[in-house]
């Protein structure tokens, strides 16, 4: 499963009264900032994760499918098949 998002590292450029979520020029997503603006930028943080995050999950469903000690597989069984529904779910 690939992601079909913009490919690059995304980044907060947090300016007075909003934030881009950038990838070089290119704008993923901006919002304005409300009463909320310290929750709103961790949100904007978070998002801008997200592409490394999903990698990683990635990565790290790999290692436990490909692990030799069958306890560990057997032991996070349900874990891994969770997290592969959520990649599914982002990567349509």
Do not use: H
């Amino acid at each position: 499963m690939e992601f079909k998002g913009t490919k690059g590292v995304w980044e907060v450029d947090v300016k007075y009264g909003y934030a881009d979520i950038v990838c070089g020029d290119r704008i993923i997503c901006d919002f304005a900032f409300t009463e909320y603006e310290n929750e709103e930028t961790a949100n904007a943080k978070l998002i801008a994760a997200a592409p490394e995050l999903l990698e990683s999950l990635q990565e790290a469903i790999e290692l436990l499918i490909e692990s030799t000690e069958f306890d560990i597989l057997t032991r996070y069984r349900d874990k891994v098949s969770y997290f592969e529904l959520l990649i599914d779910r982002v990567t349509e």
